[in-house]
Nanobody, 121 residues
Framework: HVQLVESGGGSVEAGESLRLSCVGSDFSRYYMAWFREAPGKGREGVAFIDRGGATNYAWSVKDRFTISKDNANNALYLQMNSLKPEDTAKYYC??????????????????WGQGTQVTVS
């Protein structure tokens, strides 16, 4: 079992940047991802990183967001640049032991953080 805690959210203007962090334990064992959920919308996969460091992104954030992981410090990051109002959502980190199928399906993740709010105006 791993407990995930996100931080780094806030309110910014369009075009600005934010860096989200997620801390926990034993990160080297997990496939990990960032999801977001806006009011009235489902939970959307934003970025994914596997145990070897390979990454995938949603098309809407590709070339603007970067996911990275520091296994030594059990930290997951999401660098968000050129933020847009449509990026406004609560952002969650998630972890799973096994990643069969699409990384962007919330159902494959066993562990979730409590979320951190990002608001872009």
């Amino acid at each position: 079992h791993v407990q995930l805690v996100e931080s780094g959210g806030g309110s910014v203007e369009a075009g600005e940047s934010l860096r989200l962090s997620c801390v926990g334990s034993d990160f080297s064992r997990y496939y990990m991802a960032w999801f977001r959920e806006a009011p009235g919308k489902g939970r959307e996969g934003v970025a994914f990183i596997d145990r070897g460091g390979a990454t995938n992104y949603a098309w809407s954030v590709k070339d603007r967001f970067t996911i990275s992981k520091d296994n030594a410090n059990n930290a997951l990051y999401l660098q968000m640049n050129s933020l847009k109002p449509e990026d406004t959502a609560k952002y969650y980190c998630a972890a799973t032991w096994a990643c069969g199928g699409s990384w962007s399906r919330p159902s494959i993740y066993s562990y979730w953080g409590q979320g951190t709010q990002v608001t872009v105006s």
